[in-house]
């Protein structure tokens, strides 16, 4: 079974500096997808980027990159240029690759709480 | 677009009382989940469907809980009885077809039973 770890249940940056947020996970499949989600206080679920396995190239998107290492089955979110907006929790998912029977499940982690300090 | 709308966006109730969770998808989205969310176990999912049909549900955690899906725009989580471990933010969850890598999430059901 896949399990996803998230090992830093709160974490803090102050604005505008850069903080890392790792996540580790457990599976046996070489083909699967990663996401990072975001959970403001208002609970909703925003996707904030995602990597397929099979790419070597870490994914990024605006401020927000990952830093994908697949032997070590690491995958860790840098946040550059933190803002007050930041702020949230963030979940770190794993997904079987579209080979798999378990295709359409997420699991995901435990969660790290990200303060934002002005 | 409303997204995924579940109803009621907070529920109370007591301890051995029967909750519905409701939950309308995404118009066209074939798959439906099911998540809990709670502060010990973080974000479970509880059960998937495709195309109205129950996929996987060894997510459930006993027989106090189904879930059903009628039609292609409505799902419900039922909890019968009720009990006050069973508190949690229950998210709805959409996507075209569980191929899609996105999950569209709804904003929650926050149920605390007394």
């Known amino acids: 079974a896949q399990t996803v770890t998230q090992s830093q249940p709160e974490m803090s940056v102050q604005e505008a500096e850069t903080v890392t947020l790792s996540c580790t996970y457990d599976?046996?499949?070489?083909?699967?997808?990663l996401f990072w989600y975001k959970q403001p206080p208002s609970r909703q679920m925003i996707l904030v980027i995602r990597?397929?396995?099979?790419?070597?190239q870490n994914a990024t998107e605006n401020r927000f990159s990952v830093n994908f290492q697949k032997a070590a089955k690491s995958f860790s979110l840098k946040i550059s240029d933190s803002q007050l907006g930041d702020a949230a929790m963030y979940f770190c998912?794993?997904?079987?690759?579209?080979?798999?029977?378990?295709?359409?499940?997420?699991?995901f982690g435990q969660g790290t709480t990200l303060q934002v300090k002005p | 677009d409303a997204g995924v709308i579940q109803s009621p966006r907070h529920e109370v109730t007591e301890m051995g009382q029967e909750v519905t969770l409701r939950c309308k998808p995404i118009s066209g989205h074939n798959s439906l989940f099911w998540y809990r969310q709670t502060m010990m176990r973080g974000l479970e999912l509880l059960i998937y469907?495709?195309?109205?049909?129950?996929?996987?549900d060894s997510g459930m955690p006993e027989d106090r809980f189904s879930a059903k899906m009628p039609n292609a725009s409505f799902s419900t989580l039922k909890i019968q009885p009720s009990e006050p471990r069973d508190s949690a933010v229950y998210f709805c969850a959409s996507s075209p077809r569980p191929r899609v890598l996105r999950r569209f999430f709804g904003p929650g059901t926050r149920l605390t039973v007394l």
């Open positions: 998912a794993y997904r079987s690759g579209h080979g798999s029977s378990n295709t359409g499940k997420l699991i």
């Open positions: 599976t046996s499949e070489s083909d699967y997808y």
């Open positions: 990597q397929e396995a099979y790419k070597q």
């Open positions: 469907f495709n195309n109205n049909v129950p996929i996987d």
